[in-house]
């Protein structure tokens, strides 16, 4: 039944494998110290109750010095108690000195009982370590560009200003991604898949803006929209548009919120969020030049659509 539930656990895809296997390494690490308990106490009862009760001559009676109620007249629960942790003492994990095998029987049964369980314990440790160094080498290489970021902009004396905010962008970009750029992926897979992938991040996003009005009877436009889409991160304060700029993209809001500015004042004039877009009207006509800023009110996830990209579609 045990073995069921994890194939059926093992074709979720929110399970991560590593971790499952582990989980499979101890539950049967569990099973090999219940089995070793359990012969433990049938080898030693039996030698026990074999006219040798006030021998110390096997393991029960050597344990009875630690107990102040003998073994064998322990409730069963209690019984279970006390040979798993003589096992887990023995041949799991390590040796307190205040129970050890006897008998040739009971040495017999620890040697064979600690090789296979020392195995599985190799074979988990294995698995985390695997883990944390995974993670150890994402995060080392994040550090280690980080770290080249800070020296060159040391290099050419930035601002102080100017370099914390570099380096901000990093650090978000990490907690949010954890070192992953989604562009790469999206690049790297094939184009069929990339496309699907594509749809699902960013159909529903075009389909409700004002951009087109697109029906199920013309999905050809959303298809080559999001082929083309780009994710750009902005920090909070950070300018996505300045004024007066030329005016090469457009922007659909994935996440967060971002304020068009007064051309005069610099005000916020309109706020925009999730769903809205900004921009467009640079990329669909003639050559011009940006006429209001736009700034990121907070960090902000952004789908972006360049210019010659829009020719294309």
């Given at each position: 039944?045990?073995?069921?539930?994890?194939?059926?656990?093992?074709?979720?895809?929110?399970?991560?494998?590593?971790?499952?296997?582990?989980?499979?390494?101890?539950?049967?690490f569990?099973?090999?110290?219940?089995f070793?308990?359990s012969?433990?106490?049938?080898?030693?009862?039996?030698?026990?109750?074999?006219?040798?009760?006030?021998?110390?001559?096997?393991?029960?009676?050597q344990?009875?010095?630690?107990?102040?109620?003998?073994?064998?007249?322990?409730k069963?629960?209690?019984?279970?108690?006390?040979?798993?942790?003589?096992?887990?003492?023995?041949?799991?994990?390590?040796?307190?000195?205040?129970?050890?095998?006897?008998?040739?029987?009971?040495?017999?049964?620890?040697?064979?009982?600690?090789?296979?369980?020392?195995?599985?314990?190799?074979?988990?440790?294995?698995?985390?370590?695997?883990?944390?160094?995974?993670?150890?080498?994402?995060?080392a290489?994040?550090?280690?560009?980080?770290?080249?970021?800070?020296q060159?902009?040391?290099?050419?004396?930035?601002p102080k200003?100017?370099?914390?905010?570099?380096?901000?962008?990093?650090?978000?970009?990490?907690?949010?991604?954890?070192?992953?750029?989604?562009?790469?992926?999206?690049?790297?897979?094939?184009?069929?898949?990339?496309?699907?992938?594509?749809?699902?991040?960013?159909?529903?996003?075009?389909?409700?803006?004002?951009?087109?009005?697109?029906?199920?009877?013309?999905?050809?436009?959303?298809?080559?929209?999001?082929?083309?889409?780009?994710?750009?991160?902005?920090?909070?304060?950070?300018?996505?548009?300045?004024?007066?700029?030329?005016?090469?993209?457009?922007?659909?809001?994935?996440?967060?919120?971002?304020?068009?500015?007064?051309?005069?004042?610099?005000?916020?004039?309109?706020?925009?969020?999730?769903?809205?877009?900004?921009?467009?009207?640079?990329?669909?006509?003639?050559?011009?030049?940006?006429?209001?800023?736009?700034?990121?009110?907070?960090?902000?996830?952004?789908?972006?659509?360049?210019?010659?990209?829009?020719?294309?579609?």
């Open positions: 039944r045990a073995t069921s539930i994890l194939v059926l656990i093992r074709a979720q895809d929110w399970i991560n494998v590593t971790i499952l296997q582990i989980t499979i390494l101890g539950i049967i569990i099973y090999i110290n219940h070793a308990a012969i433990m106490f049938m080898v030693g009862k039996w030698e026990y109750g074999a006219g040798r009760r006030f021998n110390d001559n096997n393991w029960i009676s344990f009875n010095q630690t107990l102040e109620v003998p073994l064998l007249d322990l069963p629960f209690h019984q279970y108690v006390n040979c798993i942790y003589w096992a887990y003492s023995t041949c799991g994990l390590v040796a307190f000195g205040d129970s050890y095998p006897v008998t040739y029987w009971e040495k017999l049964v620890v040697i064979i009982f600690s090789l296979i369980s020392k195995i599985f314990l190799a074979f988990i440790y294995a698995e985390a370590a695997a883990i944390v160094s995974s993670g150890n080498f994402a995060y290489s994040f550090t280690h560009k980080r770290s080249k970021l800070h060159w902009m040391k290099h050419l004396k930035l200003q100017i370099q914390k905010r570099a380096l901000e962008h990093y650090d978000y970009i990490w907690k949010k991604f954890r070192g992953t750029n989604d562009n790469e992926v999206l690049d790297s897979l094939p184009p069929s898949l990339r496309t699907d992938v594509a749809l699902f991040l960013f159909k529903q996003l075009i389909s409700a803006s004002r951009f087109y009005t697109v029906t199920e009877d013309d999905p050809g436009v959303i298809l080559s929209i999001v082929r083309r889409l780009k994710i750009k991160i902005f920090l909070k304060d950070e300018y996505i548009i300045n004024a007066g700029e030329a005016a090469r993209e457009m922007f659909f809001i994935m996440e967060g919120h971002v304020d068009i500015l007064n051309p005069e004042g610099g005000t916020p004039m309109v706020k925009l969020s999730h769903g809205d877009m900004f921009g467009e009207g640079s990329i669909m006509g003639e050559f011009q030049l940006n006429r209001a800023a736009v700034k990121a009110k907070t960090n902000v996830s952004l789908a972006m659509l360049t210019r010659d990209d829009f020719r294309l579609v």
